[in-house]
């Protein structure tokens, strides 16, 4: 087990609407990274957090926004909801001072 | 230039064979190579990483080979098992801690 948890596991949403997700990571963890895993594909790279800001973006619209808070808990936010966000939406946690990725199991985000 | 090439898209082994999967990159700012195995319905877990100053790292039945000057990079998996059946995924992070992954590999391993 990695310590990572995530809810929640699946989330059904409809086009337009906001969703948000939840990530808990263990004590000193302070970098928290999210990223987007469609059916068939690898882990694509969101954004991450360290100490709470936010540091370091990839090539996702600004409809998809995060929070990182002091007890090691974050959130991914995705406004105005598109089929094609339906995805597998994992976080991952880095202890510090390594390099280290550890995954939660994933939230499975369904947008009719 | 950030893509992380696999091969092959999946593969068949019988067990108590090798498994090999391959990857290449572009990019020679990365600095950290590492593999994840992952289970359907399960986050990706972390096999076995490697950094560009050694060539082979072995952890158990699991070795990364690794070609600085090709910009590539292999995991085998020796004495593969059934309970090894699984999608493997390649990444490279460099010093901003973003992975790129590559696009999985998804092995299946017969008694």
């Known amino acids: 087990e990695t310590g990572v948890t995530q809810s929640p596991t699946h989330l059904i949403k409809t086009r337009g609407q906001q969703v948000t997700l939840r990530c808990s990571s263990q004590?000193?963890?302070?970098?928290v990274s999210w990223y987007q895993q469609a059916l068939g594909q690898g882990p694509q790279f969101i954004f991450q957090?360290?100490?709470?800001?936010?540091?370091g973006r990839g090539n996702f619209p600004p409809r998809f926004s995060g929070l990182q808070f002091p007890n090691y808990s974050s959130e991914l936010n995705v406004n105005a909801l598109e089929l094609d966000d339906s995805a597998l939406y994992l976080c991952?946690?880095?202890?510090?001072?390594?390099?280290?990725?550890?995954f939660g199991p994933g939230t499975r985000l369904t947008v009719l | 230039q950030q893509q992380v090439k696999q091969s092959p898209q999946s593969l068949i082994v019988q067990k108590g064979g090798i498994s090999i999967i391959n990857c290449a990159y572009e990019n020679t700012a990365f600095d950290y190579f590492p593999w994840y195995q992952q289970f359907p319905g399960k986050g990706p877990a972390l096999l076995i990483a490697?950094?560009?100053?050694?060539s082979e790292k072995k952890e158990g039945r699991f070795t990364i080979s690794f070609n600085k000057s090709a910009k590539q990079f292999s995991l085998h998996i020796m004495d593969s098992q059934p309970g090894d059946s699984a999608t493997y995924f390649c990444a490279a992070g460099d010093d901003t801690d973003k992975l790129i992954f590559g696009t999985g590999t998804r092995l299946q391993v017969f008694p």
């Open positions: 991952a946690s880095t202890p510090r001072g390594t390099d280290t990725q550890y």
């Open positions: 957090y360290y100490r709470e800001e936010e540091n």
């Open positions: 004590s000193g963890h302070n970098t």
């Open positions: 490697i950094r560009p100053d050694v």
